[in-house]
T-cell receptor, first 112, second 113 residues
Framework: AQSVTQLDSHVSVSEGTPVLLRCNYS??????LFWYVQHPNKGLQLLLK??????LVKGINGFEAEFKKSETSFHLTKPSAHMSDAAEYFC??????????FGAGTTVTVRA | EAGVAQSPRYKIIEKRQSVAFWCNPI?????LYWYQQILGQGPKLLIQ????????DSQLPKDRFSAERLKGVDSTLKIQPAKLEDSAVYLC???????????FGQGTRLTVV
């Protein structure tokens, strides 16, 4: 069985400062990992994915994530937050039979 | 390409009533998922279809929830009778094949009063 734990339920940053969203996973095999973003009243949008290629993954809107097997982590970062980054972010692990398991989510607020 | 379409966007019903949600996946996507997202939580898988067959419905409360994908394209999710705790956003997602990403619809927000 696989699962993800998002370590922060809420992150607040100032515009222009770095963003760090933490995710730890549990999996009995080499996982595929994803970050999705959900803006209010919008559908889930894929930010980036790790599928056993490069451990540093670049996504859309300046986000990137690093897969660290030794730490079972897949933290999401962005060097400079923008007001439009305010949203809910989900870390997701995919099983071998292609089921997606979501973390509880991290709400990001960006202060002007 | 058109995205995953869901309807209705919003629905308010009284407890013990019935409700149905509809999903039209992206053309050519063989895999279709229904997720339940309760406020403040991550989405939880209810059922996964591969074409018109069920792959996993272990988390579907089968005493009140049902889903079908008769022709392997559109899908409907039904709740009968609804309970207050069914209030949530119901998300549909589809995927073309192995090792491809899943695309999500905007969801149907259900409020049971």
């Amino acid at each position: 069985a696989q699962s993800v734990t998002q370590l922060d339920s809420h992150v607040s940053v100032s515009e222009g400062t770095p963003v760090l969203l933490r995710c730890n996973y549990s999996s009995s095999y080499s996982p595929s990992l994803f970050w999705y973003v959900q803006h209010p009243n919008k559908g889930l949008q894929l930010l980036l994915k790790y599928t056993s290629a490069a451990t540093l993954v670049k996504g859309i809107n300046g986000f990137e994530a690093e897969f660290k097997k030794s730490e079972t982590s897949f933290h999401l970062t962005k060097p400079s937050a923008h007001m439009s980054d305010a949203a809910e972010y989900f870390c997701v692990v995919r099983s071998n039979d292609y089921k997606l398991s979501f973390g509880a989510g991290t709400t990001v607020t960006v202060r002007a | 390409e058109a995205g995953v379409a869901q309807s209705p966007r919003y629905k308010i019903i009284e407890k013990r009533q019935s409700v149905a949600f509809w999903c039209n996946p992206i053309s050519g996507h063989a895999t279709l998922y229904w997720y339940q997202q309760i406020l403040g939580q991550g989405p939880k898988l209810l059922i996964q279809f591969q074409n018109n067959g069920v792959v996993d419905d272990s988390q579907l409360p089968k005493d009140r929830f049902s889903a079908e994908r008769l022709k392997g394209v559109d899908s409907t999710l039904k709740i009968q009778p609804a309970k207050l705790e069914d209030s949530a956003v119901y998300l549909c997602a589809s995927r073309r094949g192995q090792n491809t990403e899943a695309f999500f619809g905007q969801g149907t927000r259900l409020t049971v009063v």
